[in-house]
């Protein structure tokens, strides 16, 4: 999904350079869609210029002696943005959370520290709906537009909020047990 991310940015931006495209995507919290790295993102930058679907623009040299690389996205690569395009919103998958693979096992498993476990998702789940609501308290749909990434955050602190009931509950079920001496 990372080249689908690079190409839309390129077309939203075009001229940026890879820094830039770096920084929209963490300033956005796209890691919330995709798990990428500063490696992973240079390395698919790098294979959609091989491929021809980005290019250079030329640029005049540098006065501060760094080599600053500014894209756009070329004929081809808007022909593979579309695909993708198709091929990501097509997809439907199942929620993988690791979270739910460990719960799995949670009777074979110390209470006190299955607890832990649950309040470290608790935590990870309130940081999320903070950096949601930090993003949503900063940007507003106008009337007339339709703002896709302002709503798929909505949809998403929605889920969060689902989440965090869940696991608020599930660990006051657990130390009832605990407490109860089941």
Sequence with gaps: MIPLLILGLLIQNPGAHGYELLAFMEKRHYKYIVNFTKGSFYYNLQ?????????????????????????????????????????????????????YGALLFADEYDKNKLLQLIQSQLDQTKTRIALLDEYLS????????????????????????????????????????????I
């Design 47 to 99: 294979q959609l210029e091989e491929k021809g679907w980005i290019e250079q623009i030329p640029q005049h040299p540098s006065t501060s002696g760094r080599d600053i690389r500014n894209f756009k996205i070329t004929e081809s690569g808007m022909a593979e943005f579309e695909k993708l395009m198709v091929e990501y919103g097509t997809k439907s998958e199942y929620v993988n959370l690791q979270f």
């Design 138 to 181: 900063n940007t507003q749909e106008l009337p007339g537009t339709i703002d896709y990434y302002r709503r798929m955050n909505e949809n998403s602190r929605s889920h969060h909020l689902v989440n965090l009931a869940w696991f608020e509950q599930l660990k006051a079920d657990i130390e009832g047990s605990v407490a109860g001496g």
